[in-house]
């Protein structure tokens, strides 16, 4: 097998073609949950902020129908976060909505609710991504609403792996290996406060995440990203898992053309929007107001890329000059 290309890269693009086609809006509908994981800052689970009136979700979705599926033939996929974005009172009428604008959805939850539940809202998503945290989660419940939804769409797991339970965890998520093969699951490092620092693992702990867990089985249906290959200055390529970027530290892009705002968005808790969860080039809106949909990519001057969903979006090392026009 040829060398990978030598970091910095030159070019960060999406491995499947199809993905750079997709908006992933990033939403959080509230801050409600019904866990409070030790690692996860109150902020994100304390239920402070109140959650985001229908009214003015629905709103939205007819901008991002305007701006990016009627003029630039994308496709939108509204990825619905939190705290537990299944909490959100109205989340049915919301999916509803979101299917009726032909737009594509996921839910990031922590499968905590009901299989009838799960049941009810699986004709509206495409894809989910469960997060097993093994402080609150029941291992049998939460296998058997992967198994639900392994049937009929998208699945992948994230398994977060607190370096004190380390052992135990991995037992855990091999054991979701086995009642799961279709689902890809990722040994989650987890980052102090959810920053840019890992939490202190030994390098076997870090080797045992960066091997994960193969799929024995074929995934179904698709999701809005996948791997992302990297090009080197001297045109070698390769491709890289999003974990990969952060355990080799290469998720530094300041000063890289990023389409961040173009493939993706972000709405936070309290319905502000920016172009991606790095927020660089600032709020662009807010849920209610009017929203200045981006028209070009930006110029990166984060320090670090944290956020996996930010990770899995195209960029480039800069030319000098301008930012050209996009499309
Ligand atoms: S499930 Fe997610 S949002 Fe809820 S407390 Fe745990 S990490 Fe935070
Ligand atoms: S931090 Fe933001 S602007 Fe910078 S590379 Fe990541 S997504 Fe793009």
């Keep these: 097998m040829a060398d990978p290309p030598t970091p910095p890269y030159d070019l960060i693009e999406h491995a499947n073609?199809?993905?750079?086609?997709?908006?992933?809006?990033?939403?959080?509908?509230?801050?409600?949950?019904?866990?409070?994981?030790?690692y996860c800052p109150k902020a994100l689970h304390d239920g402070s902020v109140a959650w985001q009136r229908v009214e003015d979700v629905v709103d939205f979705y007819d901008q991002l129908h305007q701006h990016y599926t009627d003029v630039r033939g994308k496709r939108v996929w509204l990825q619905f976060t939190g705290g537990e974005p299944t909490?959100?009172?109205q989340i049915i009428r919301l999916l509803e909505a979101a299917s009726a604008q032909g737009f594509s959805v996921s839910l990031i939850s922590n499968g905590s609710r009901t299989l009838r539940f799960w049941e009810k809202i699986a004709p509206h998503l495409d894809s989910v991504i469960l997060t097993y945290h093994n402080e609150f989660a029941d291992l049998d419940h939460f296998r058997a609403v992967g198994r639900l939804l392994a049937d009929r769409m998208a699945v992948h797991v994230n398994v977060t792996m607190r370096p004190d339970h380390f052992d135990r965890t991995l037992d855990e998520a091999q054991a979701l290996r086995e009642v799961l093969p279709a689902v890809s699951i990722t040994l989650k490092p987890l980052r102090v406060g959810f920053g840019n620092t890992l939490f202190d693992y030994t390098p076997d702990q870090l080797a045992v995440m960066q091997g994960g867990l193969a799929q024995t089985k074929a995934q179904q249906g698709i999701m809005p990203r996948g791997l992302m290959t990297?090009?080197?200055?001297?045109g070698r390529r390769a491709n890289l898992r999003a974990n990969e970027f952060v355990l080799q530290s290469q998720n530094r892009w300041r000063g890289y053309r990023c389409n961040a705002g173009l493939e993706s968005l972000r709405v936070r808790d309290n319905g502000t929007v920016t172009r991606a969860v790095c927020a660089v080039g600032g709020d662009i809106g807010r849920l209610g107001g009017p929203i200045a949909l981006p028209q070009g990519p930006i110029l990166c001057t984060a320090e670090v890329c944290s956020c996996t969903a930010d990770i899995l979006i195209t960029?480039?090392?800069?030319?000098?000059?301008?930012?050209?026009?996009?499309?």
Aim: one cysteine or more.
């Design 230 to 234: 990297v090009q080197g200055a001297d």
């Design 315 to 327: 960029r480039a090392r800069a030319p000098t000059g301008p930012i050209p026009a996009w499309p």
């Design 17 to 38: 073609a199809d993905h750079s086609r997709v908006v992933l809006v990033d939403w959080t509908l509230g801050n409600a949950c019904s866990y409070a994981c030790s």
């Design 87 to 89: 909490m959100h009172p």
